[in-house]
T-cell receptor
């Protein structure tokens, strides 16, 4: 069965610093991978997705993620954090049992220090 | 496009009462998902539909929970009777066969 592990339930960085949120997945077949962001009191919003095209995926708000098959990783990065990036981030992998389900990680809360 | 619409946005009810949450997916999407989010358990998939047919309800916590999708533009999640441990944010999401799910704003349920 597919699974997602997000390393670190809480990450804190200074404004202007690099943001790195870690995600490792397990999948028996080439997966589709996603990062979602959830701002307070809102639903989840898609940041970016990997669907077996380019391994470096660019998303909204300056975020990007790199698919590394050898490391089974899909880490999310942003070169320079902004206060507005404070939110919870979820990594997700496609379920492969012929369904459209996504398997979500537990989430990482990102805090930006001024 | 209006996105996924959920109602009500907030619901406060007493233990034992029936609660009905509503969802209108994005027009043209053929799959709909109900999730529950709590601090303790994170984001949990309760049930999902494909072409209005329930495909996997293994996440539904118990018989007090039921979900229906009578047509392509409407779904309900019902809890009867409600209990304090059902307090959570319930999200509806839809997709058009691409895995990419679009989430609604959620319904915050408080059962006292």
């Amino acid at each position: 069965a597919q699974s997602v592990t997000q390393l670190g339930s809480h990450v804190s960085v200074s404004e202007g610093a690099l943001v790195l949120l870690r995600c490792n997945y397990s999948s028996s077949v080439p997966p589709y991978l996603f990062w979602y962001v959830q701002y307070p009191n809102q639903g989840l919003q898609l940041l970016l997705k990997y669907t077996s095209a380019a391994t470096l995926v660019k998303g909204i708000n300056g975020f990007e993620a790199e698919f590394k098959k050898s490391e089974t990783s899909f880490h999310l990065t942003k070169p320079s954090a902004h206060m507005s990036d404070a939110a919870e981030y979820f990594c997700a992998v496609s379920d492969t049992n012929g369904a459209q389900k996504l398997v979500f990680g537990q989430g990482t809360r990102l805090t930006i220090n001024p | 496009d209006a996105g996924v619409i959920q109602s009500p946005r907030h619901e406060v009810t007493e233990m034992g009462q029936e609660v009905t949450l509503r969802c209108k997916p994005i027009s043209g999407h053929n799959s709909l998902f109900w999730y529950r989010q709590t601090m303790m358990r994170g984001l949990e998939l309760l049930i999902y539909f494909n072409n209005n047919v329930p495909i996997d309800d293994s996440g539904m916590p118990e018989d007090r929970f039921s979900a229906k999708m009578p047509n392509a533009s409407f779904s309900t999640l019902k809890i009867q009777p409600s209990e304090p441990r059902d307090s959570a944010v319930y999200f509806c999401a839809s997709t058009q066969s691409t895995y990419e799910q679009y989430f609604g704003p959620g319904t915050r349920l408080t059962v006292t």
